[in-house]
């Protein structure tokens, strides 16, 4: 998945869980593996 990619499902809401250190749009976020898996798990077809 692509980064723009992440970031747009970020502003809809549809992605996974993340965390964002900072404040602004220059800031790093991050994504906990577990609730990468579950999102994962939550959108299997």
Known sequence: MSTRGLE????????????????????????DLADVKVWLEKHKR
């Open 8 to 31: 747009k499902m970020r502003c809809t809401g549809r992605g996974p869980r993340y965390v964002r250190l900072g404040e602004g749009g220059k800031a790093k976020v991050l994504y």
